[in-house]
């Protein structure tokens, strides 16, 4: 496969559910973003990952979780989520910043998440 | 802090119509522009990108982009709509370690 893969593609969770996104990069990529984009709102980043370090958290609330083992993959550990957390979940992944300056990002297809 | 702002929520073109959609961002330096399309259900894809050079940027699908500096915008166009382009478009300016993205603008196509 090719380029940044995300599973599942769509997922029904309960509130007191746990359950985990993956995201995988196959372009030589070293750095991996988590983005929430909700119904009528912008786009919001979540985690950042620089050589499997993060380097931002946009506030987001700790049921939210993410790992990131290696440059190539990405999970997002979710646990006792809220109606509001649904939304689509995109990954990205781009070359790290260099000067300052942050590369092109490169998404994935999205996860589609439904808490009830 | 950056931003970028996209003022059409939605536009409705006519198949074979030209169109230009419009962006602005807010930028202290030279800036790294980006536009991606996002048809319903997927990810983003990207257009075409600007970071230095001719401020006429060609990317896929016949798309292309101007940087005008003075204006601050990096509007989008293409001379002749197909059905197929009917999605959300979203601007983007770099900022440091990441992407500060537009609210996007969806396009219609009537044929």
């Known amino acids: 496969e090719t380029g940044v893969t995300q599973t599942p593609r769509h997922l029904v969770m309960g509130m007191t559910n746990k359950k985990s996104l993956k995201c995988e990069q196959h372009?030589?990529?070293?750095?991996m973003y988590w983005y929430k984009q909700s119904a009528k709102k912008p786009l919001e980043l979540m985690f950042v990952y620089n050589f499997k370090e993060q380097t931002e958290n946009n506030s987001v609330p700790s049921r939210f979780s993410p790992e990131c083992p290696n440059s190539s993959h990405l999970f997002l550990h979710l646990h006792t989520l809220q109606p509001e957390d649904s939304a689509l979940y995109l990954c990205?992944?781009?070359?790290?910043?260099?000067?300052?300056?942050?590369?092109?990002?490169?998404f994935g297809p999205g996860t589609r998440l439904t808490v009830l | 802090a950056q931003s970028v702002t996209q003022p059409d929520i939605h536009i409705t073109v006519s198949e074979g119509a030209s169109l230009e959609l419009r962006c602005n961002y807010s930028?202290?330096?030279?800036?790294?522009l980006f536009w991606y399309v996002q048809s319903p259900g997927q990810g983003l894809q990207l257009l075409l990108k600007y970071f230095s050079g001719d401020t006429l940027v060609q990317g896929i699908k016949g798309f292309e982009a101007e940087f005008k500096r003075s204006q601050s915008s990096f509007n989008l166009r293409k001379p002749s709509v197909h059905w197929s382009d009917a999605a959300e478009y979203f601007c983007a300016v770099e900022s440091g370690n990441k992407l500060v993205f537009g609210a996007g603008t969806i396009l219609r196509v009537k044929s």
């Open positions: 990205a992944s781009s070359q790290a910043p260099r000067g300052g300056r942050s590369d092109t990002q490169y």
């Open positions: 372009l030589g990529h070293n750095a």
């Open positions: 930028y202290g330096a030279t800036p790294y």
